[in-house]
């Protein structure tokens, strides 16, 4: 019965309400009792008035047997107009008149009365009824003297008639209100379960791979969990592309230089390259085997990055030091194109906090496509300097240009760009992709631009710049 969240949610609020009206209910019955019984105590304060002075007026100013048959008949008509039996005593204590056969009053409500005591209570009446009545006692006051007393007697199964006929008018309110609460409370709690089911239902969709899956989102809490799953749905669709994408690319990655090697080692060994060529096809061997290593080390080491135990080795050191050690190590490869290098600092020792081999390689990767895609016979502009206490580092190159629309893919593993995949044969796009896990890495930025560097001019320049830390 509970085993479901609206169940719970439905019965809970059922509760509360039964709960609520049942409090309500008992408060009301004892306001009621007390309201029934001080109703009754004003309705005999105010006939003991008038009956004082029928009772001093007939029988007291103006006493006459004739008198007393008036007298009596008031009272009766007193007596069913209040539904209370009337009983006057006189200044003895004696019964002087009666709507009832009542010959004689307790003693001890006698003394209170004719001391000037008003009382109020329950009692049998000296055992004249059988149960308990509620009995009002009024002394009679003439002249400021106490003359006597009047007593009111009201059956209380009568009073208890007149809370049945308030319960009766409570009745109905309280049973619209249940009907009414349970059906707010069906309503809300479908309302708040059924994003619950769709959210649930999109669940199983991506846990057997459907992540096209999304749910409507709304303005609250639910809307909110709707929200992050669809956001976590977009997350793992994106993940799902990379991951296909990211086989496929590396199973074209791996077969390229596996059919170079295993094709010109068999054309080797059956003898189908004359002996004469063979160096020449060991050396094609070679070249493909060291891209083949390349290109395993960066995978290998890309997924380290993205490892949560992969720690940076951070340490303080000269930036432009660094920089001028790279251009040294690619010094052959730039000279091969004739390139010339500009490199401007300022100032001229820039000491930043970062792990030094890791940004090495950033700077190795951005120098060696500077290269690699430059027209010959141009420079390469490199530039370090100190903005917003974090220091500039860019490397700019001028070529063909990068395209707006190939720019947010520029640093996704195995992307390249058309004019890559003609002029670079040997690269795996992953260069980048290192370049920026790295700076993520180091909770810095890298970003690349490219225009036009002369107009009317096809040559382009593209700058790839990145920040580190100021030591």
Not at 250 to 272: A, C, K, N, Q, W
Not at 285 to 307: F, G, I, P
Not at 357 to 368: H, P
């Amino acid at each position: 019965m509970f085993k479901s969240v609206f169940s719970r949610m439905f019965w809970n609020d059922v509760i509360i309400v039964f709960t609520a009206l049942a409090a309500m209910i008992c408060t009301m019955v004892v306001v009621f009792n007390d309201y029934v019984t001080d109703l009754q105590y004003e309705n005999n304060m105010k006939a003991a008035q008038n009956i004082q002075f029928m009772t001093i007026y007939l029988e007291i100013e103006n006493p006459d047997y004739r008198n007393y048959y008036i007298y009596l008949n008031f009272l009766n008509q007193y007596s069913e107009f209040i539904e209370s039996d009337i009983t006057v005593i006189n200044a003895a204590g004696s019964v002087h008149a009666s709507t009832t056969s009542i010959i004689r009053v307790p003693a001890e409500m006698n003394d209170s009365v004719l001391s000037g005591k008003i009382i109020r209570q329950n009692s049998t009446f000296g055992g004249f009824y059988n149960k308990n009545v509620f009995v009002v006692g009024v002394p009679i006051i003439y002249n400021n003297n106490i003359v006597g007393g009047i007593y009111f007697n009201t059956q209380i199964p009568d009073l208890k008639e007149r809370l049945n006929e308030y319960y009766l008018l409570l009745l109905l309110p309280v049973i619209i209100s249940i009907i009414v609460g349970c059906i707010l409370s069906y309503i809300k709690s479908k309302k708040i379960t059924s994003p619950l089911k769709e959210i649930n239902k999109g669940v199983l969709e991506l846990a057997s791979g459907n992540f096209s899956k999304r749910i409507s989102v709304n303005n609250d809490e639910i809307g909110q969990l709707a929200s992050s799953f669809n956001y976590m749905a977009d997350s793992l669709e994106r993940l799902d592309g990379l991951r296909t994408r990211f086989v496929s690319d590396v199973s074209h990655e791996l077969r390229t230089p596996m059919t170079s090697i295993s094709g010109f080692v068999g054309g080797i060994l059956d003898g189908t390259i004359p002996p004469e060529k063979e160096k020449e096809y060991l050396q094609i061997v070679y070249d493909e085997s060291v891209r083949l290593t390349k290109l395993t080390n960066d995978m290998l080491e890309m997924t380290k990055m993205q490892s949560a135990e992969y720690k940076l080795d951070i340490s303080e050191f000269d930036i432009n030091e660094l920089i001028r050690i790279c251009i040294i190590q690619l010094e052959q490869k730039i000279e091969s194109k004739n390139l010339e290098i500009e490199f401007d600092c300022d100032p001229e020792k820039i000491n930043v906090l970062a792990d030094k081999d890791s940004i090495k390689r950033v700077i190795i990767n951005i120098i060696e496509n500077a290269v690699k895609f430059s027209y010959e016979n141009t420079k390469i502009i490199i530039r370090t300097e100190i903005q917003n206490k974090k220091v500039n580092i860019s490397i700019g190159n001028f070529g063909a240009g990068i395209n707006e629309d190939e720019m947010k893919n520029i640093f996704d593993r195995f992307y390249k760009t058309d004019k890559s995949r003609s002029e670079d044969k040997k690269g795996a796009g992953l260069g980048l992709s290192l370049a920026k896990n790295i700076m993520n890495l180091h909770k810095q930025k890298i970003w690349v631009e490219s225009f036009t560097a002369k107009e009317g001019s096809d040559v382009k320049f593209t700058r790839f710049t990145f920040t580190l830390k100021l030591a």
